[in-house]
């Protein structure tokens, strides 16, 4: 099992920053592709950021390609999602997951393929 727990969501005006955290306990954490997704109301889960196993492939969605950055910390546990330039459309709950050995594209990007979930944090993003 791997537990995933979020932080860093809030309340930040259009234009502003955010970062947010996603700490991980359980298994080695080296092994996991871990990815950054987030749901808005009425809307379907989508992918945003993520990074494989072995930190060598990082993907974005489009929509945040340039403004938002994923890195981690395999001795802290930790990955974040670092948020800037912030619009109103990226306000939604973000989910930090956890995908075995993963790399591609394929895998990173969609959500079935992750085997373990956070319990979200909320950002909102005011005009």
């Known amino acids: 099992q791997v537990q995933l727990v979020e932080s860093g969501g809030g309340l930040v005006q259009a234009g502003g920053s955010l970062r947010l955290s996603c700490a991980a306990s359980?298994?080695?954490?080296?092994?996991?592709?871990m990815g950054w997704f987030r749901q808005a109301p009425g809307k379907e889960r989508e992918f945003v950021a993520a990074?494989?196993?072995?930190?060598?492939?990082?993907f974005y969605a489009g929509s945040v390609k340039g403004r938002f950055t994923i890195t981690s910390n395999n001795a802290k546990n930790v990955v974040y999602l670092q948020m800037d330039s912030l619009e109103p459309e990226d306000t939604a709950v973000y989910y930090c997951?956890?995908?075995?050995?993963?790399?591609?594209?394929?895998?990173?990007?969609?959500?079935?393929?992750?085997?373990?979930w956070g319990q979200g944090t909320r950002v909102t993003v005011s005009s």
């Open positions: 997951a956890a995908n075995y050995l993963s790399s591609s594209w394929y895998a990173l990007s969609t959500a079935k393929e992750y085997e373990y």
């Open positions: 359980g298994r080695t954490f080296s092994n996991y592709a």
């Open positions: 990074m494989s196993f072995t930190g060598s492939n990082i």
